[in-house]
């Protein structure tokens, strides 16, 4: 997907954590740990509701807002390092499986933490500063869910 504008970020961002849940609900049938199954499907279902929710941010946001360029950024860094990504989430533990989703919600954070530094119209500001506090409660959301998930 070409990414040039903050309406293609948004939809990159949003279709990313869609296959990443799609991902998670794939391998968490064929973990061999039940707490990794449970940490995987708990996992799943939070990317999947985050994407519906950044899908909603892009279609209710103003149009002005969605036509910002973005390719600085970009040109420098790639979305996201899919390092671990293509591998299965089947054969790992949950440490493991924490530590890859956390790093692929930190560098979404980033990314957006640097759009909003470098937003100058109001309107996208404010769009880019709600998306950053998501995704950074989120994350922590998530961090906080799997941690009780290791307590059980």
Request: hydrophobic share 35%; net charge negative; glycine share 2%.
């Amino acid at each position: 997907m070409q990414v040039e504008t903050l309406d293609d970020v948004l939809k990159w961002t949003s279709d990313y954590h869609q296959s990443l849940a799609d991902r998670l609900d794939h391998s968490s049938g064929n973990n061999e740990s039940e707490r990794a199954r449970l940490l995987l499907d708990y996992l799943s279902k939070h990317e999947a509701s985050l994407a519906r929710t950044v899908h909603e941010s892009e279609r209710t946001a103003e149009g002005k807002s969605l036509n910002t360029w973005c390719y600085e950024y970009l040109e420098k860094h790639q979305l996201v390092q899919r390092i671990h990504f293509d591998e299965s989430f089947s054969n790992l533990n949950p440490a493991q499986i924490m530590d890859i989703v956390t790093d692929q919600h930190n560098q979404i954070i980033e990314l957006y933490r640097y759009l909003y530094s470098r937003a100058n119209i109001p309107e996208t500001k404010s769009l880019l500063g709600a998306l950053l506090e998501l995704e950074q409660h989120e994350a922590m959301q998530m961090m906080q869910g799997a941690n009780r998930l290791q307590d059980i």
